[in-house]
């Protein structure tokens, strides 16, 4: 019999989730549990999708519950929380567990990696329950490296790993087919937010020595921007085309599909630093040339032939590089499938789940 693994989430479509659970199935028995006051479709309109998410796990044969009694029921060797280890939900559960005298190993996967602004409560919050905690997951070494600046533990008692939060499903997100290019496509995905550069970017490709440069940005639905005055229609560059979707694998397949160069220039401050990397990611797996700022998860992935870094965020850095590539387009392209090969080898879902699984059998 499988050992049991007890995961502990938010309940939302990706299909990354998806298929990380389905192939941690071929090893453990998984549980999903998502307790009804944390659901994310209960704040939503849309309730069929939370039919989706149960219909997902229904059809492979998981286990889908909302109750936090199933946890006493279930009896799982380990308990993974992809919670922040001073949410609501986490204290629940360590309550829950304590009072029930459940002997799960428990595990939280982090995700943030910024704690400047951090109180004094949440900090309480972590010193009290600290002990009930076997493992920390970080999402980057960034973000371990921060967190034990903030939080002091016994880091022989409490064993920290780098999991990435998002693996990239590879087989999807795969190298795009050859195609004759007259000219160059840079793009951005995300919010138009200042803290992820944005504003660089389209002041850079306003300047008249990029007016045959060629930008485009996939940008979210409005309700997720930070910079709410932000007015995609007042910018009347021909050269700059900007598109507002809901973001789902199918719009950054065809997003991706259709530029040769992504940008991702995050800034780095007091209380931001890029988190995932998902796009850069996904992007790398194409096969795409990428180039990003040093923030963040972004540390953590090393450079390749065609996937450039930039120290210092600013239009003269910006314009630079995108010289560069311009001049040098044909022998980068032809580089570019090393950043697939680096995904492969470190951010894949086989990968990932392999590692998470190695792990688990540790502790």
């Given at each position: ?11 939302y479509l990706r299909d990354d989730v998806y ?225 507002i979707k809901k973001f789902n694998t199918k ?113």
């Amino acid at each position: 019999m499988n050992k049991r693994l007890l995961i502990i989430s938010h309940a939302y479509l990706r299909d990354d989730v998806y298929k990380s659970l389905l192939y941690l199935k071929k090893n453990l028995d998984v549980f999903c549990l998502v307790p009804k006051k944390f659901n994310f479709f209960r704040f939503s309109k849309k309730k069929k999708l939370l039919k989706q998410v149960k219909s997902f796990y229904f059809n492979n044969n998981f286990f889908f519950k909302e109750n936090l009694s199933f946890i006493n029921n279930y009896n799982p060797e380990w308990i993974l929380i992809e919670y922040n280890p001073w949410s609501l939900i986490f204290l629940q559960i360590i309550i829950y567990c304590k009072i029930r005298n459940i002997k799960s190993k428990i595990i939280v996967h982090i995700k943030d990696n910024k704690y400047n602004n951090f109180g004094v409560v949440k900090k309480l919050i972590f010193y009290i329950f600290k002990n009930y905690i076997t493992s920390i997951w970080f999402a980057s070494s960034f973000a371990k490296k921060n967190f034990n600046k903030f939080f002091r533990y016994n880091k022989k008692k409490i064993q920290s790993y780098i999991i990435p939060i998002h693996p990239i499903d590879t087989h999807l997100f795969k190298k795009k087919n050859k195609i004759k290019i007259n000219k160059i496509k840079f793009g951005f995905i995300g919010r138009p937010d200042n803290d992820k550069g944005f504003q660089y970017l389209i002041d850079t490709f306003k300047l008249k020595v990029n007016k045959n440069n060629f930008f485009y940005a996939l940008l979210p639905e409005k309700k997720f921007w930070k910079n709410k005055k932000f007015d995609h229609k007042l910018i009347k560059n021909n050269n700059i085309q900007i598109s507002i979707k809901k973001f789902n694998t199918k719009s950054s397949l065809n997003f991706i599909k259709k530029i040769d160069v992504l940008f991702c220039p995050s800034i780095e401050n007091f209380n931001h630093a890029e988190q995932d990397g998902q796009v850069l990611l996904e992007n790398l797996s194409c096969n795409n040339i990428c180039v990003s700022s040093n923030s963040g998860f972004f540390k953590n992935i090393k450079k390749t032939d065609s996937y450039f870094k930039i120290n210092n965020v600013n239009i003269n850095s910006i314009s630079n590089i995108m010289k560069f590539i311009k001049i040098n387009f044909d022998q980068i392209k032809f580089n570019s499938n090393k950043n697939r090969i680096l995904v492969n080898k470190n951010f894949s879902i086989e990968i990932v789940i392999k590692k998470k699984i190695s792990i688990l059998k540790k502790i």
